[in-house]
């Protein structure tokens, strides 16, 4: 059994999104000692915010250093170079990646790129912004270097995400917790590695069928039966589930889990679900909880990276 805990290293959320700051990163230390103690090797997937940031160098660096960890790409297209007028930031919103032309993608891509290699390590492990990958990605980023990327969010779609009627973001009620290889387009070599963030139900099928359905009986019947998809992914509602839910996938027979979190969910006043010092505190000694059964179950701790070289 493998696990994988992965980090969306990014801003601090604040209603306003014309104004970017990262204050949330002096606070990475909090998580990552829990990290360390416990055997786990996080991924820190960084946005160019994080990147550029003298805030994050010497712990990135030193992450590096000690091996403790992986520095991985997250691309938040608003924020990344080169900037695209009446896309970025149109009516303070902020764009999924898939939203731009792909040449557009992929010059923000190999910015955010650059960024990383030059100040920490090589590229290798992605995951969109918002969850905004399309299959269309995956040659690029294989084609400029990458391994791995964990952007599907099982048994979700965010193609209305923005509430304004028409897609926006991608479809993924199709997938499950599997990772799968996108095909390659010169389908001489396998595509990108795929690892899906972990989402699990009790009950996938009728979960993916009911998903797809838009009537008020189904939604009362997703409710009644209980089928909706859990993230493996700390929410106020869910601290003390995270070792349930992780269960329920091993239990489908899923031999790979990946947690996720938000680095600004550690500040209390730059992220929407813990908004207290108390609540942190209540995330903190979850994780660690977590991390505990992850060592007493004899799973093996990777990097994103680690997991494509060995899969």
Not at 69 to 90: A, F
Not at 169 to 195: A, H
Request: net charge neutral; charged share 20%.
């Amino acid at each position: 059994m493998i696990f994988i805990f992965t980090i969306d290293t990014e801003w601090d959320r604040t209603p306003d999104t014309d104004k970017i700051s990262v204050k949330n990163i002096d606070r990475l230390h909090l998580v990552h000692d829990i990290c360390i103690s416990e055997g786990v090797r996080p991924t820190y997937l960084c946005s160019y915010e994080v990147a550029v940031s003298d805030s994050f160098q010497s712990f990135g660096e030193s992450i590096v250093k000690n091996n403790e960890g992986e520095i991985g790409s997250h691309l938040h297209p608003w924020s990344t170079p080169p900037y695209i007028k009446n896309i970025d930031l149109k009516n303070n919103l902020c764009p999924f990646p898939n939203e731009y032309p792909l040449d557009v993608f992929e010059s923000k891509l190999l910015n955010l790129k650059a960024e990383l290699e030059n100040r920490f390590c090589q590229q290798t492990s992605y995951r969109a912004g918002r969850f905004g990958f399309v299959s269309s990605h995956a040659n690029i980023l294989k084609s400029n270097g990458y391994l791995i990327d964990s952007s599907v969010t099982p048994f979700c779609s965010w193609s209305r995400a923005r509430g304004l009627g028409y897609p926006s973001g991608p479809d993924y009620r199709k997938y499950d917790s599997n990772p799968f290889y996108w095909q390659d387009f010169d389908f001489k070599s396998p595509g990108l590695l795929e690892l899906p963030i972990s989402i699990f139900s009790n009950y996938p099928k009728i979960c993916r069928f009911l998903s797809n359905g838009e009537s008020k009986f189904a939604k009362k019947f997703t409710i009644a039966i209980r089928c909706q998809p859990n993230w493996l992914r700390p929410f106020p509602s869910n601290l003390d589930k995270l070792i349930s839910i992780a269960n329920v996938g091993i239990n489908q027979g899923h031999n790979v889990l990946c947690m996720m979190m938000h680095s600004n969910e550690l500040h209390p006043y730059h992220n929407p679900y813990f908004t207290s010092e108390d609540l942190i505190n209540r995330l903190l000694f979850s994780l660690k909880r977590f991390f505990r059964y992850v060592k007493d179950a004899n799973m093996q701790c990777h990097t994103l990276s680690e997991f494509a070289r060995t899969h």
